[in-house]
């Protein structure tokens, strides 16, 4: 199974710091989706990037797609202890049925 | 209430039982994902169909079966379900218009 390289696999930090999430591959793609998963729960959708070099806020968190389409960033800042959760981007390529995955980053932010 | 929905939510069975996970979704997407995620392994694609008479093998279908009886209803099925197929499994959706697919909630697949 083709994968996207999500790294750190986990992330462990204090409340109030920063953190980056990267995701690459060699692949382009047409579109990339960033989401978080809590145990024993399904995915929730964060953002959906699909212009290279496109960059998208959502409150504490920023999402950039590289300006090539085959990498994807997340940055939080000031992490809060709800931000504690597995994130998985997720690639599309325009025309076939197939997302490729990330095998996800595990972040736990501590009180 | 939840766009898409999964039954059961946790389920323990027998080697050699049959299996069925049930997908219903309110978007009035036609397309329609199975998938099963196992720890350091991602998400792998099982099935997909695009609309109700459109259905085909994932990655990894061998083993499993799917129905989709209507837009909004599609179900997948273990045969004889086996120890290996303990997972967690996920049905998505995506609308024709968009990339992004959103996800049930799971269901957590235990074969003893």
């Known amino acids: 199974t083709q994968l996207l390289e999500q790294s750190p696999q986990f992330l462990s930090i204090q409340e109030g710091e920063n953190l980056t999430v990267y995701c690459n591959s060699s692949?382009?793609?047409?579109?990339l989706q960033w989401y978080r998963q809590e145990p024993g729960e399904g995915p929730v959708l964060l953002v959906t990037?699909?212009?290279?070099?496109e960059v998208k806020k959502l409150k504490r968190l920023t999402f950039q797609f590289g300006d090539a389409r085959k990498d994807s960033s997340l940055h939080i800042t000031a992490a809060q202890p709800g931000d504690t959760g597995l994130y998985l981007c997720?690639?599309?390529?325009?025309?076939?049925?197939?997302?490729?995955f990330g095998t996800g980053t595990r972040l736990k932010v501590l009180a | 209430d939840a766009d898409v929905t999964q039954t059961p939510r946790n389920r323990i069975t027998k080697t050699g039982k049959r299996i069925m996970l049930e997908c219903s979704q309110t978007?009035?997407?036609?397309?329609m994902y199975w998938y099963r995620q196992d720890p350091g392994l991602g998400l792998q694609l099982i099935y997909y169909s695009f609309d109700v008479k459109d259905i085909n093998k994932g990655e990894i279908s061998d083993g499993y079966s799917v129905s989709r009886q209507a837009q909004a209803k599609f179900s997948l099925s273990l045969e004889s379900a086996i120890p290996n197929q303990t997972a967690l499994y996920f049905c998505?959706?995506?609308?024709?218009?968009?990339?992004?697919?959103?996800f049930g909630p799971g269901t957590r697949l235990t074969v003893l």
């Open positions: 990037v699909v212009t290279g070099g």
């Open positions: 998505a959706t995506r609308g024709l218009a968009s990339d992004t697919q959103y």
């Open positions: 997720a690639g599309y390529r325009s025309g076939t049925y197939k997302y490729i």
């Open positions: 692949s382009v793609f047409s579109s």
């Open positions: 978007k009035g997407h036609d397309r």
